[in-house]
């Protein structure tokens, strides 16, 4: 930050979001944004570096010279309990429930924002239309589910300046994506593997698999998608 390692270490939960303190100016941090929220670096916030959320059986096939972090013995007793996911599902959660709305506040979304535009796309309506295409702002995105259910990327569908309109080859694990404009085709990981595309890479977009409460409460003009109103 502004040239400066800070280190963190855990503060509190606000709202089953994690919340960091940094030693070097006592600021407070939080996880879901990556912004100070408290103390001398109020307003300012962390460059978020690319993630993945995937299984390790995806993650190794594309990576096969990971490396992998195992447990440390010696702190073995203050890890999480395998249960520890499941208790804080247990939690109530503290934002307002608006009667009218949707989903419920621990439906599985996964959000997209770009600039100023905010979009979650409900799981189930990943699971019953795979891949999804659509657009959130100006950018035309692609929201690919592997069939492990679990491991999902999502992709600026343009190369070149050229809007592509992308479809799942059937009966393909890995999934395999067609272009069908050009019939190139294109791996999980946005690599065009064959045809006039071949090489290409698909720009990735982050997007964050999350709760919908939380989601909504960092993004309070987001929008939710809807397979009835989808054009595919």
């Known amino acids: 930050m502004g040239g400066r390692v800070l280190h963190f270490r855990l503060a509190g939960i606000n709202n089953q979001n994690f919340i960091m303190s940094d ?3 006592g600021s407070w941090w939080q996880q879901v944004s990556g912004c100070a929220i408290l103390g001398p ?7 978020a ?3 993945d959320e995937v299984t390790f059986a995806v993650w190794k096939l594309e990576h096969p010279h990971t490396q992998v972090l195992l447990p440390d013995d010696t702190v073995k007793k ?9 208790k804080i599902a247990e939690y109530p959660t503290v934002t307002r429930v608006d009667p009218d709305d949707e989903l419920k506040p621990r439906d599985l979304i996964v959000g997209v924002a770009v600039g100023s535009v905010a979009k979650a796309y409900p799981w189930t309506a990943l699971e019953a239309q795979n891949p999804i295409i659509d657009s959130v702002g100006d950018t035309p995105l692609l929201l690919l589910l592997h069939p492990d259910g679990k491991s999902l990327r ?24 067609v272009d069908s404009g050009t019939g190139s ?39 939710v998608f809807s397979l009835s109103t989808s054009s595919r």
């Open 185 to 223: 085709e294109w791996d999980f990981s946005g690599l065009s593997t064959s045809g006039p595309l071949s090489g290409r890479r698909l720009a990735r977009v982050a997007c964050l698999k999350d709760y919908w409460f939380d989601w909504k409460t960092y993004h309070s003009t987001t929008r």
């Open 49 to 51: 570096a690319p993630w």
């Open 78 to 86: 203050k890890y999480a309990s395998a249960e520890w996911e499941k």
């Open 41 to 47: 670096l109020t307003g300012q916030c962390l460059e």
């Open 23 to 25: 030693e070097e100016t």
């Open 154 to 177: 999502c992709f600026d569908r343009r190369v070149d300046g050229e809007t592509l309109e992308l479809f799942l080859k059937t009966a393909t694990n890995p999934p395999v994506i």
